[in-house]
């Protein structure tokens, strides 16, 4: 440690990037220390901005590094910067002052750029009942509105909107009377509900319009929260509609973060050629324990589409043919092929990503495909390794879920397609190769979540997961020979999860 703050010069000029490093070895308590170190800064090269992000961690405090991480951050572009919004609205938690450069910065480019305005206003409002945080978030967003008063009116209605969507469903949730769908079709049907839930942009994505709220289509799910699902006309295509689920009693902070995950990978997948064809879908928390998820068209669980073609819940999860004949239904003639390829290359991104995230609490009826081909995971109550146990046995016992139901689509029905497998294992390794690449980048942004106060993300002994996922500190030789071993293990163990499915089933089936 000696050594390197004596060679301090040296890093500054040759090895930049390990500035970090150096950072946790400088005396701050030693005033000589200190001087040295801020003047070393200001010749310090800019960082990228993936290496910048891991010095606002609460473990360098110093206004100066602050500032020069501001600096090297100014350098990312809107889109980049929206990318990793969640966790600069998080890390505001560890600033000294309210009045600092990252507050600043983020109003900055709020104010220059309406969509970042958006989902900063979002963020803060979201977590705006948590007493440590209330008064800074709320003087934030003060000063964002106040700044940009047009916007104002939009996001106030969108509010509104939010307000009469937790109503609702309050109202389905009380139970003091059974209410039934019909009963809130009628609410909706309300001039009060009608104008407030109606012409407003959507809080996943304000470049959408929620134009026509249409009650005759909207019901409620039968899960524990009974969540709303609202459907909307669309006001672009004659006939199409769009749809959003409101969840209220559900912290979607978690969802959010891991779809925030795979759209990352997905950037980084298609920056190296190679398009696997995910469904990042929007989900958005809007307040304590609400929010909101986009509805993915033309889609259905796999559970219903095994349930569907077999006589009984205890067959269901054992029928192999039941995806395969349901991909032919929905794409007669030429269309198969192409569906099948959409499901080779979709089932291959979210093998990799449901691994290296530890997703847990996989089964049917939380894995979907689209008529189209495209297979995706949704509910994300889990991950980091943290998988459901009953009765103190670990219930899922694969790395990630691929059945032979999976491999009997990707063969096209043909046992002896091994040509198809091979692909596919291919698209999988390679896949995985590209995320160990961009490891840091990963670990990074989960320890600047550790403020959020996710159950399941406290404390660095969580991230040691995603850091073994990810074969930090291996040679790329070195992963890819672990991932292979565990590649075989999900192959191989794959009639434990149908066990595990078939017994989801029957419990739903047996549900009150």
């Not at 950037?267 to 064809?277: M, N, P, S, T």
């Not at 103190?392 to 032979?404: A, K």
Request: net charge positive.
């Amino acid at each position: 440690m000696k050594l390197l703050w004596k060679l301090r010069s040296v890093v500054c000029d040759h090895y930049p990037e390990s500035l970090s490093k150096l950072l946790l070895i400088t005396k701050w308590n030693k005033r000589e220390d200190v001087v040295q170190m801020v003047g070393l800064l200001r010749y310090w090269s800019d960082l990228p901005a993936i290496h910048a992000l891991e010095l606002l961690d609460y473990s360098f405090p110093d206004p100066a590094v602050r500032a020069f991480t501001i600096r090297c951050l100014r350098k990312l572009s809107d889109e980049e910067l929206l990318q990793y919004l969640i966790q600069l609205v998080q890390v505001l938690k560890y600033e000294s002052y309210l009045d600092c450069d990252l507050t600043t910065f983020l109003l900055e480019r709020a104010l220059s750029n309406s969509r970042i305005g958006h989902f900063l206003f979002w963020h803060l409002k979201s977590e705006i009942h948590v007493p440590s945080v209330s008064l800074r978030f709320s003087l934030i967003l003060e000063a964002y509105c106040r700044g940009n008063i047009w916007h104002i009116k939009l996001l106030i209605k969108q509010n509104e909107a939010l307000l009469k969507m937790k109503t609702l469903s309050d109202i389905v949730k009380s139970g003091s009377q059974k209410m039934t769908v019909d009963d809130l079709k009628l609410c909706i049907k309300q001039e009060s509900y009608l104008e407030t839930l109606s012409d407003l942009l959507s809080p996943l994505n304000p470049s959408v319009v929620l134009a026509e709220i249409c009650a005759d289509k909207c019901r409620f799910m039968d899960s524990k929260m009974k969540p709303l699902w609202l459907m909307y006309k669309s006001p672009w295509a004659q006939g199409d509609m769009m749809g959003i689920i409101f969840k209220n009693g559900d912290d979607l902070r978690q969802d959010m973060l891991t779809l925030q995950m795979i759209r990352l990978m997905e950037i980084l997948w298609k920056k190296e050629g190679l398009d696997l064809r995910m469904i990042p879908y929007g989900c958005l928390s809007t307040g304590n324990k609400m929010g909101l998820i986009e509805v993915v068209k033309n889609s259905d669980t796999i559970a219903n589409i095994q349930r569907n073609s077999s006589n009984s819940a205890a067959t269901a999860a054992f029928n192999k043919d039941a995806l395969l004949n349901w991909l032919k239904s929905k794409n007669p003639e030429g269309k198969l092929e192409k569906a099948i390829e959409e499901f080779t290359l979709s089932c291959a991104g979210y093998c990799v990503a449901t691994y290296v995230l530890g997703i847990g609490d996989r089964h049917n009826d939380n894995i979907m495909i689209r008529e189209t081909g495209q297979l995706f995971h949704i509910d994300f109550g889990h991950f980091l390794g943290n998988f459901k146990r009953k009765l103190g046995i670990n219930r899922e016992r694969v790395p990630f879920i691929l059945t032979y139901d999976f491999v009997h689509v990707i063969q096209q029905g043909r046992t002896n397609n091994s040509e198809k497998f091979e692909r596919f294992r291919e698209y999988c390794e390679r896949a995985y190769k590209i995320l160990c690449r961009n490891g840091m980048l990963f670990v990074n942004l989960f320890a600047m979540m550790k403020a959020a106060g996710l159950p399941e993300l406290t404390s660095s002994k969580d991230i040691q997961y995603l850091k073994d996922s990810l074969a930090l500190g291996k040679s790329e030789e070195e992963a890819l020979k672990n991932f292979k071993v565990k590649f075989n293990e999900a192959l191989r163990e794959s009639w434990k999860t149908k066990v595990n499915w078939m017994m989801h089933s029957l419990a739903k089936d047996n549900r009150p």
